[in-house]
C-alpha cells in the first residue's frame, strides 16, 4: 500500500512538472509571435555617408577593415517593421540599400516581400539617396515605390540624371513631403517630418518623428549644431521614447586632413555636455549613430564607447531592434 502511494505521489509530481513546462514553452512562444506581429525599427547601418572603411583612408581606423567584411560597418540608416500589415519602410536610401533591405525583408517574418513599401528620404547628401540607383532599370528595375521627398529634394531627382531616369520610367512614385505635416501608415503608425538645419547645397533637410502604438522615436542623422536648430533638442528627446541622433564625430580632434568648420555637426563630447543633467531615464532613449570612418565609437571596445555607455546614453549598432 505504501509503495502504492509512493508511486502515486510520484506520478502526480512528474504530471505538474510536464504541465509546468508545458506552460512556460507556450508562454515564451506567445510572447515571441507577439513581438514578431507588432511595429519596431531596426538599425540597418551606422556610418556616415562614405561607410567605414571609407575610400582613400589610409588611417589606422580603417587599415584593419580593409577586406576584413566583418569590420564593415553599413551607412546609417533605419527600417520601420509594421509586422501586423506586413509592410516594411527604409528611412534614407544609402549606397547599401540591397544588403538594407535583405535585412529589412528577413525581419518581417509576417511576410515575404522582397522590396519595401517605402522610402523616407533625409536630404542630398550621397549617404542618404544615392541607393536609389538600385531601383532603376539596370538593377532591380522596381515599379511605382512610394519615395517620400520635401519639395527640393523633388525637384532634385526630376531634374537631375539618372534619379530622372528612376521617375520618368516610374521605378519610384515621389510623394511630396510638407515640413510637420504627418504621413499615416496604418491605424497605429504615423511619420511626421521636420526641418533641421544642415548643408543644405541641393534639398532641405528633414529628421523625423516615428509614432508607433505604444512608443515614438526621433530620427536626427544629421544636423550642424543643436543650437542652430529653432526647436531645443533636450524638450523633443522629453516628448520620445527613442533618440537616433547625428554623432557623426566624436570630437574635433579626430579630422586632422579638413576643415572641421565645412562639415559641422554636433560633437559626441557636446552632446555628453549638453545632456549630462538629464536623468538616467531620459539620457537611455538617446541612441547615437551615424559615424564617421574616423570614430572611435565604430569599435564597440574603445575607451570612447565605454564612457558613452558608462555616462547613460546609448550606441546604435546594426541589426538592433527596438519595439515601437
Not at 527600417?79 to 535585412?103: E, R
Not at 586632413?257 to 538616467?280: A, G, M, Q, Y
Request: glycine share 4%.
Amino acid at each position: 500500500m505504501l509503495r502504492m502511494k509512493h508511486t502515486f505521489y510520484l506520478l502526480t509530481l512528474l504530471l505538474l512538472l510536464v504541465s509546468a513546462c508545458t506552460t512556460t514553452f507556450k508562454n515564451e512562444s506567445e510572447k515571441s509571435s507577439t513581438a514578431n506581429a507588432g511595429v519596431s525599427i531596426a538599425v540597418l547601418g551606422t556610418a556616415q555617408d562614405a561607410g567605414a572603411p571609407q575610400s582613400g583612408c589610409k588611417k589606422s581606423c580603417c587599415e584593419s577593415k580593409w577586406g576584413n567584411s566583418n569590420s564593415t560597418n553599413l551607412v546609417s540608416s533605419l527600417g520601420l517593421i509594421d509586422a501586423k500589415n506586413s509592410n516594411t519602410y527604409l528611412f534614407d536610401a544609402t549606397p547599401d540599400l540591397p544588403n538594407q533591405i535583405k535585412t529589412l525583408s528577413d525581419f518581417n517574418v509576417t511576410s515575404d516581400k522582397s522590396m519595401v513599401d517605402a522610402i523616407f528620404l533625409t536630404h542630398a547628401h550621397i549617404g542618404h539617396y544615392t541607393g536609389l540607383m538600385y531601383m532603376g532599370k539596370e538593377a532591380m528595375d522596381a515599379k511605382q515605390i512610394p519615395t517620400y521627398a520635401m519639395p527640393r529634394m523633388k525637384t532634385f531627382l526630376e531634374n537631375n540624371g539618372p534619379w530622372d531616369q528612376l521617375v520618368s520610367r516610374g521605378n519610384i512614385k515621389i510623394k511630396v513631403l510638407q515640413n510637420e505635416h504627418t504621413v499615416r501608415l496604418s491605424e497605429n503608425l504615423e511619420v511626421t517630418p521636420f526641418l533641421v538645419p544642415h548643408r543644405d547645397e541641393y534639398s532641405e533637410t528633414v529628421g523625423y518623428k516615428i509614432l508607433g502604438p505604444n512608443k515614438t522615436a526621433l530620427f536626427i542623422p544629421d544636423i550642424d549644431k543643436w543650437e542652430k536648430w529653432e526647436k531645443d533638442v533636450i524638450t523633443e528627446i522629453n516628448k520620445v521614447d527613442y533618440a537616433f541622433l547625428d554623432a557623426t564625430f566624436f570630437s574635433g580632434k579626430e579630422m586632422n586632413n579638413r576643415d572641421i568648420s565645412e562639415i559641422p555637426h554636433p560633437f559626441v563630447v557636446e552632446s555628453i555636455e549638453r545632456f549630462k543633467d538629464l536623468s538616467p531615464l531620459e539620457k537611455n532613449k538617446i541612441i547615437f549613430m551615424h559615424f564617421n570612418h574616423t570614430n572611435p565609437l565604430l569599435n564597440s571596445q574603445s575607451e570612447e564607447s565605454k564612457l558613452v555607455l558608462a555616462e547613460g546614453f546609448r550606441i546604435a549598432r546594426k541589426d538592433t531592434q527596438f519595439e515601437l
